[in-house]
């Protein structure tokens, strides 16, 4: 029987490490993520689990300790925030490049500068590109449910690579909601026993993490990398699946939202997609034939799949919570435009911009997307391609 | 590279070399800018300079120094630094200079 509580992003994110009850995590807190280090680590001297909580000096040593950590053959968490992961940049792409499991929960939060501590996706999808899977989260309840799934991802052996579980900093981290848990038995079954690759601690087997790797063969190892994140597609299916046969709460590559007869859509990810849902419902009421789809797996980017959940469409917004900076739109926008050229019939696809350093999102604002998609659709002129939606002049 | 180079899908992921020593397949001499010289008339074989070799290129048989392994060495010059003062047996000169002095062989055999 699930246990219902009323947790915070943080305490669900917090919740799930006490539950996965990993062997090392290694942590620096930062605003707003410090929240679960401060409440695991109170689990770490309770004794409420085993892991060695080791606590660094900097983001960069911390995510080091876990690649460190990972690499001698324990399952790794941490947690962090902005420019907490800016400062782990370099080690993100050793971690991916390693191979190694690591799971993070990263309460999103807006790069400086200017200083802004509120929620934004400048910080991860930043880092869209160092070969983290990763999943964004709606709610608490989503925050908790991807940790659990992401130790499963990462440690599959046809993918083992980092996750990042993404959630939006004080939206999402400091918001109180109903939630469910599952009980640390079935989370223990669920995520099963960790098995290490290549544990540097077989002392019997001697070996070597992270040698140089020149001209002969950097580009193979990039192509094993490739190659992960197409499995890592599958798997995360089987297991959105298979934690959905649990936990009653299946997950999948993204969620349509009233899309099958929709003509107007809103691509949207994280905690923005329930207000759109909500303006779905009003826009449905008024005859408005709107849709969304709520993106959960950012990497692997599901192109094919979501192409054809929004071929039906005459138009789509991508709404974007950081932005490009002279790029052709924002970074979800790009790759969604991308994915749907490879339809006969594309939908015609404009980008806004929202939400920078935690600005709101009201349903007005969304609504007026939909007012513009009607527009262009009936137009069919998408000049400006990339706007901004919550911004003053 | 003469061995044959292997596909991604023949590779360990991550770039895990799954055997020990395996470094000393990689020949790291041409990284060489200056080749250690060694005086054998001055030599005392105290040892210092193959305890300091960070790449454990002092051959040494039966407490003897032999010279220095040149597949290996990168000229880094700590040998001849560690060398006693009133001994100075090890002198860095430049890698071309010392080709055509003594070919690749590291070791000074005394005045000639």
């Known amino acids: 029987m699930a246990k219902v509580v009323a947790y915070t992003g943080n305490m669900a994110a917090a919740e799930a490490m006490r539950q996965i009850d990993p062997e090392v995590c290694a942590a620096y807190p930062i605003t707003p993520s410090t929240e679960i280090m401060q409440i695991f680590a109170q689990f770490v001297a309770d004794g409420q689990v085993s892991t060695e909580l080791v606590p660094v000096e900097s983001e960069h040593s911390a995510m080091s300790a876990c690649v460190g950590a990972a690499a001698a053959g324990g399952r790794v968490m941490t947690a962090t925030s902005s420019q907490g992961l800016a400062l782990m940049w370099e080690i993100l792409y050793i971690a991916a490049s390693l191979r190694q499991p690591v799971v993070m929960a990263v309460a999103n939060r807006a790069l400086s500068g200017p200083l802004n501590i509120h929620g934004d996706h400048s910080d991860t999808m930043g880092a869209r590109d160092s070969g983290w899977i990763q999943l964004y989260s709606e709610n608490a309840q989503e925050a908790y449910d991807n940790l659990i799934q992401a130790v499963r991802i990462g440690e599959h052996p046809r993918v083992r690579l980092p996750v990042m579980v993404c959630y939006d900093g004080f939206i999402i981290s400091h918001s109180i909601e109903r939630m469910e848990l599952l009980e640390d038995e079935e989370v223990k079954g669920f995520i099963g026993e960790h098995h290490s690759l290549y544990p540097l601690l077989d002392v019997d087997n001697p070996m070597t993490h992270g040698p140089v790797d020149l001209q002969n063969y950097y580009t193979e190892h990039k192509r094993q990398q490739v190659e992960a994140m197409k499995h890592a597609g599958h798997v995360i299916l089987e297991v959105g699946a298979e934690y959905g046969r649990l936990a009653g709460r299946p997950y999948g590559l993204f969620e349509k939202y009233r899309l099958e007869d929709a003509e107007l859509g809103v691509a949207v990810l994280s905690s923005a997609a329930g207000t759109t849902k909500e303006v779905v419902d009003e826009l449905r009421l008024r005859g408005v034939k709107a849709g969304a789809l709520k993106l959960r797996v950012f990497r692997p980017f599901p192109a094919a799949e979501l192409a054809k959940a929004l071929s039906g469409l005459k138009a789509v917004a991508v709404l974007d919570r950081a932005d490009s900076f002279g790029a052709m739109g924002g970074p979800v926008f790009i790759e969604v435009r991308s994915a749907l050229l490879g339809l006969p019939k594309p939908p015609l696809c404009i980008n806004y911009i929202y939400g920078l350093g935690g600005r709101d999102l009201l349903m007005v604002d969304i609504e007026r997307v939909y007012d513009r998609l009607a527009e262009v659709a009936k137009t069919g002129k998408v000049e400006p391609l990339h706007d901004y939606l919550t911004v003053r002049t | ?112």
Do not use: Q
């Open chain 2, 1 to 112: 590279m003469s061995e044959e180079l292997k596909g991604w899908t023949e590779i360990p992921i991550g770039g895990v070399i799954l055997e020990a020593g395996s470094s000393h397949e990689y020949n790291t001499g041409g990284w060489r800018t200056f080749r250690p010289i060694l005086d054998r008339e001055k030599c005392t074989d105290c040892m210092i300079c193959w305890w300091y070799c960070p790449d454990t290129c002092i051959l040494v048989a039966e407490g003897k120094i032999l010279g220095f392994d040149l597949d290996h060495c990168k000229g880094c010059g700590i040998c001849a630094e560690v060398c006693p003062p009133k001994i100075t047996a090890i002198t860095m000169i430049e890698e071309t200079e010392a080709e055509h002095l003594y070919g690749m062989v590291g070791i000074y055999e005394g005045k000639k």
